[in-house]
Each structure stands twice: as structure tokens, then as C-alpha cells.
């Protein structure tokens, strides 16, 4: 088992920067896919961004590619998730999730732990 805890949302002008991290707990981190999801109110929980266990693969959801940028470093147990250019469309509650698979899913679904969750809100 892991535990997920996220750290970096807030308040940020149109166009403006952030960087989230969810730092991981428990079992090795290096043996989860990783992932960071949104959700806004009356909207499902979408995929933002996800990497392999290894690192060595990301996907992103069509909305951020080329803004956002995954990270993780397996010596501090960490993921980020760099978010530039940011949009007010980009508000939500955004978290951190993990599964016990080599390739990162898309589906919220697949993912088998989560953290509680920042507010990322982006001001026009």
C-alpha cells in the first residue's frame, strides 16, 4: 500500500505558473505508475498526466500537452507536475494516483490509491 500526499495548488493569474508535488509513502514507490488527475464540479475525473515506473514514458491529456510536464524522482519518492501557461479553464481539485503497473493508465479507474486532492484555481 501507498500514501499519497499533494502539495502546491493555489491561486494563479491566466497564464501564469505552478508546480505540484505528491509525495509517496509505503510500499516503494518505484514500483507504481503514477498519475495526475482534475476534476472540476459536474465534470468526471480526467487524465492531466501520467509516468512509467521507470520514468521513461509519459502521456497527457490533450488539454495540457505542451504546458504541463511530469516528473518523478524515485530518491526523494516524489511526482511534480509543472504546470505552465495555465488557463482559468485549468481550475479544479487536482490529484495525485498510483497503480501497481509498469505503464501508466488513463483511466481513473485504474488507479488503485489517491491523496486527498489541491485546489488549483486560475484566475482570467
Known amino acids: 500500500q501507498v500514501q499519497l500526499v499533494e502539495s502546491g495548488g493555489g491561486l494563479v493569474q491566466s497564464g501564469g505558473s505552478l508546480r505540484l508535488s505528491c509525495a509517496a509513502s509505503?510500499?516503494?514507490?518505484?514500483?507504481?505508475?503514477m498519475g495526475w488527475f482534475r476534476q472540476s464540479p459536474r465534470k468526471e475525473r480526467e487524465l492531466v498526466a501520467a509516468i512509467s515506473r521507470s520514468g521513461g514514458s509519459t502521456r497527457y491529456g490533450n488539454s495540457v500537452k505542451g504546458r504541463f510536464t511530469i516528473s518523478r524522482d524515485s530518491a526523494k519518492n516524489t511526482v511534480d507536475l509543472q504546470m505552465n501557461s495555465l488557463k482559468p479553464e485549468d481550475t479544479a481539485v487536482y490529484y495525485c494516483?498510483?497503480?501497481?503497473?509498469?505503464?501508466?493508465?488513463?483511466?481513473?479507474?485504474?488507479?488503485?490509491?489517491w491523496g486527498q486532492g489541491t485546489q488549483v484555481t486560475v484566475s482570467s
Open positions: 494516483a498510483a497503480e501497481d503497473r509498469v505503464w501508466p493508465g488513463a483511466s481513473a479507474s485504474e488507479y488503485d490509491y
Open positions: 509505503g510500499r516503494a514507490f518505484s514500483t507504481y505508475a
